[in-house]
C-alpha cells in the first residue's frame, strides 16, 4: 500500500478518552475526515495522592498508543501529532511519561498549555461557525477552557482547573448526585467563574465543544424528535438544558444509560457537565447554547493549515467555503454553476418590487442554492432533485445554522409543488409555517432559471419585464442561437404562472 502523504494524525490524549483522527486537505473538497477512532481511558482517575500518573494510567495509555500505531501503520500515515492535554499537563510524572512513551513507540507526545488548548479551540469554532461573536466552553474531563472572541476576534481565555470527570470524583460519593452535592458543586464552579468578569452579563451565544456538549445536544434532539439530520451549530435554549437537568435528576445510573442520545460511557459524568453548562449560561446571560462540533482536534489542524494556504481560510467567509467544498465533492467548479445566475436575481428583484414574493431574510443563501441546485444529478440525473434534498438535510455544512441548511436544500431541490409538500412533511417543526410559500416560490424561479440554462452556457445575456393587467411578459435579449433555450422556458413557465397567477409570456430577441 502507498503511503497517504496527504493524510495526517491527530492523536488527542484527554483526560476522559483517547482519540485518533485522520483528516486530508485540498482546496476543492476542503478539510475530510478519514477516520476516528476512540478509547475510553479516564485518565485522571489514574492520578494518585502524590499527583503522578500512576502504572495502571500508563499502562492504559501504552496500550491505546500501541493500538494506534499498529492502525497509522496499517492505513500508512506518516504525519502524526499526538497532543496531550489536563490529565498528563498536570501529572507530576509528565516528563517520566513522555520519556517512557518515546522509548517504547517512538512516538513523540506534545503537552498543550492550557492556553494553547483554548487558542485551538476558538480557532476550530471561528473558522466552523456563522457567529461573530461569543462565549466557548470545551469541557474535558480534567480541565474547561473557556474564551470569549468578539467580530471573531479572540479578546479573552482562561483554563478552570476541573472537568467533567474531576467534577464526578470530587462531588459524587455513589452513582446519582444528590440534591446537597449539586448545591455543593454549583457553589464551587461559581466561586471559579467570578473571577472572570469578562463573563459576567456578556448576553452572547454559547458555543460548546467536547462530548459531554455534543451528548446534551443530542438528547435534546431525541426529545424534541428533531428531523433534520446532523449536529453541528444545533442550538438550545436555557429552559432546555434545566429541562434535561431535571430528566436527569430523577434517573438512576442505569436509566441514564439507556436515554437515547447519551452515551453510555458518559452517563456516569454527563450531570456534573450539565450543572457546569447551566451555571455558565446564567453567568454570561446568553441566548442560546450552541454545539460546536469542530474542536481541538480540528483547531491543531487548522493551525498547520492556516499557515499553508492562509487565503483558503477567511473567518468571515465560512459557509463560503463550505458550499465550495460541497460541489468540489462531485469536482463541480463554483463558477460553472452560475450561469444566469444576473437573470435569476434580475426576476426575483421585480417580483420582490411586485409582492408575488417575499424577500429571503439572508440573500447569500440564494447563492448557496443556485449553485447547489440539482447538485444530486451527480448521483443519478433522473433522480436530481431527490438526492439533492437529502445530500443537503444530511450533510454538515460549516458556517450554516440546521435552519439555513433546510432553507437551501428545499430551494435547490425544487421539482414542484407536489414534491416540496413531500419534502417539508418531515420538517414543519423546524421552520414556521409562512415560511414554506416564500420557499417553494422562490425554489420555482430558481427551477425555471436553473431549467433554461439547457447547456450550461446559455447565450441570454438580460432579461426585462414588463407587467400588464392579464399578463407578465420576460424578454430575452440572446447573443446566438436559443432553440433549446426557447423550449426549456415554455416547458417551464408554468411554474412562474403560479407565482404570479397571470399568464407568462416569452420573447427572445
Known amino acids: 500500500m502507498d503511503t497517504m502523504p496527504n493524510r495526517k494524525a491527530i492523536i488527542d490524549i484527554g483526560s476522559n478518552s483517547i482519540r485518533l483522527v485522520v483528516y486530508s486537505y485540498n482546496t476543492l473538497q476542503g478539510l475530510v475526515e478519514h477516520h476516528n477512532f476512540k478509547t475510553v481511558a479516564r485518565l485522571s482517575n489514574y492520578i494518585d495522592s502524590t499527583g503522578k500518573l500512576n502504572d495502571d494510567g500508563i499502562q492504559i495509555l501504552l496500550e491505546t498508543l500501541t493500538k494506534f500505531k499498529k492502525i497509522l501503520e496499517d492505513i500508512q500515515v506518516k504525519h502524526v501529532f499526538a497532543a496531550a492535554t489536563a490529565a498528563i499537563r498536570q501529572a507530576e510524572n509528565k516528563e517520566e511519561i513522555l520519556a517512557y512513551i518515546k522509548h517504547k513507540l517512538g512516538l513523540s507526545l506534545s503537552i498543550l498549555s492550557t492556553d494553547q488548548e483554548a487558542h485551538f479551540g476558538y480557532l476550530a469554532v471561528v473558522h466552523s461557525t456563522n457567529i461573530d461573536t461569543a462565549v466557548t466552553i470545551d469541557m474535558g474531563g480534567g480541565s474547561t477552557e473557556i474564551t470569549l472572541f468578539v467580530n471573531k476576534e479572540l479578546v479573552h481565555l482562561h ?53 459531554s456538549a455534543r451528548n446534551i445536544a443530542q438528547v435534546d434532539q431525541q426529545r424534541k424528535a428533531f428531523s433534520l439530520n446532523g449536529i453541528h451549530q444545533y442550538v438550545l435554549r436555557s429552559t432546555d ?53 469542530r474542536g481541538l482536534r480540528e483547531g491543531i489542524i ?114 414542484n409543488k407536489d414534491t416540496f409538500k413531500q ?12 415560511e414554506y410559500k416564500k420557499l417553494r416560490d422562490i425554489g420555482a424561479l430558481i427551477r425555471f432559471t436553473k431549467g433554461i440554462d439547457v447547456l450550461g452556457r446559455s447565450n441570454i445575456k438580460e432579461v426585462t ?12 435579449s440572446v447573443d446566438g442561437n436559443c432553440m433549446l433555450e426557447k423550449y426549456q422556458a415554455e416547458k417551464l413557465k408554468k411554474h412562474i404562472e403560479k407565482i404570479v397567477n397571470h399568464q407568462v409570456k416569452l420573447i427572445f430577441n
Open 159 to 211: 483554563s478552570l482547573p476541573f472537568g467533567a470527570v474531576s467534577l464526578t470524583r470530587k462531588f459524587i460519593k455513589n452513582s446519582v448526585m444528590t440534591d446537597e452535592e449539586k448545591l455543593q458543586l454549583s457553589k464551587y464552579v461559581n466561586e471559579q467563574l467570578l473571577p472572570l468578569t469578562w463573563l459576567h452579563n456578556a448576553q452572547v451565544p454559547i458555543i460548546a465543544i467536547g462530548g
Open 241 to 293: 438544558l434545566q429541562e434535561i437537568s431535571s430528566q436527569f435528576s430523577k434517573c438512576s445510573l442505569d436509566e441514564l444509560k439507556k436515554i437515547d442520545g447519551l452515551s453510555s460511557d458518559r452517563a456516569d459524568i454527563i450531570v456534573p457537565a450539565l450543572e457546569t453548562f447551566r451555571l455558565l449560561m446564567d453567568r454570561v446571560n446568553a441566548p442560546s447554547f450552541i454545539y460546536s462540533k
Open 302 to 415: 487548522l493551525s498547520q493549515l492556516i499557515a499553508k494556504y492562509p487565503s483558503e481560510f477567511n473567518v468571515h467567509e465560512v459557509a463560503q467555503n463550505a458550499v465550495r467544498h460541497v460541489l468540489g465533492k462531485f469536482n463541480v467548479i463554483e463558477e460553472n454553476t452560475l450561469h444566469l445566475y444576473t437573470i435569476f436575481t434580475t426576476i426575483y428583484d421585480q417580483f420582490i418590487g411586485w409582492k408575488y414574493i417575499e424577500p429571503l431574510e439572508n440573500e447569500q443563501l440564494l447563492r448557496f442554492a443556485y449553485t447547489l441546485f440539482y447538485i444530486g444529478e451527480h448521483i443519478d440525473q433522473d433522480a436530481a432533485s431527490q438526492h439533492t434534498f437529502y445530500l443537503l438535510t444530511n450533510l454538515n455544512v460549516d458556517g450554516l445554522s440546521n435552519e439555513e441548511r433546510l432553507k437551501i436544500a428545499l430551494l435547490a431541490s425544487y421539482k
Open 423 to 434: 419534502y417539508v412533511a418531515s420538517f414543519e417543526n423546524i421552520l414556521q409555517e409562512n
Open 465 to 476: 419585464l414588463v407587467k400588464s393587467s392579464d399578463e407578465i411578459v420576460l424578454t430575452f
